[in-house]
């Protein structure tokens, strides 16, 4: 669902806007109104929307301010909705990124057209985007065992050494702890590991780790040290050293396309 934002100073038309446009036809939902730019910022910070609707004249901070404002702090796509036929509001618009600048009164015809475009545009990132995580686990190289198979003979002590890492990769996890848990000698789990995954010890364990923090960089409000942390990283630096070796990018690189 794409979240919408409506700034607008005057209540009727920003009622207006909220009550009659078709939102669930186009894929969207209104999940916060302002009627100044300054309570735009902070709605627009909180719930983080993908398209905002503003109008350019209104109190304490007008439309284009509020877009200065939300340069670095937001992606989203702009409408601009005004009264005023001026260039100078269109030529700072376009300045700014803003997709679409509508006079008022707008006709639904014209709103709806404009959001159709942009919805359009943003499902299609969003495609490029599932497909960038897809490609980023590819590069991971990351062959999974299969493990279901019930483990008969040497293969049960592989399936349940890549179940120790599944179960507790978050913590300092190491061949030689679940060597012992397996009552088998560490040099004899390594050999056999990696003759039956093809990776390492280390190496399984740090490509799964990899494939977690993948999946939580995903998570809008979450930081990079606390990423690191979650897959058992206790050192943040080292962590997206490690990440770049095997993803290819840092893990600030990937929030930043995402």
Known sequence: MVKVVVVE??????????VTTPWDELGCKVVGEASNGLEGIEIISRVKPHIIITDVRMPK???????KELQNKTKAEYIIISGYDEFKYAQQAISLGVKEYLLKPVEDGELFNALTKIVN??????EVYEQDVEELETALDFREYDKTCKG????????????????DYYNDV?????????????SYL??????????????????????????????????IYQVAELVGFNDSRYFSSI????????????????
């Open 9 to 18: 100073d005057e209540m009727l038309t920003r009622k207006g806007l909220v």
């Open 61 to 67: 901070m007008d439309g284009i301010k509020m877009i």
């Open 121 to 126: 545009s943003i499902e299609s990132k969003k």
């Open 152 to 167: 008969e003979g040497k293969i049960k002590y592989v399936v349940k050494a890549i179940k120790c890492i599944e179960n």
């Open 174 to 186: 190491n061949i030689k702890d679940v060597a012992e848990k397996l009552y088998i000698t560490e």
């Open 190 to 223: 390594s050999r056999l590991f990696k003759k039956e995954t093809g990776y390492t010890f280390v190496d399984y364990l740090t490509r799964y780790r990899c494939k977690k923090a993948i999946q939580l960089l995903q998570e809008e409000n979450i930081k």
């Open 243 to 258: 990440f770049k070796k095997y993803v290819g990018i840092t893990p600030t690189q990937l929030k930043e396309q995402l």
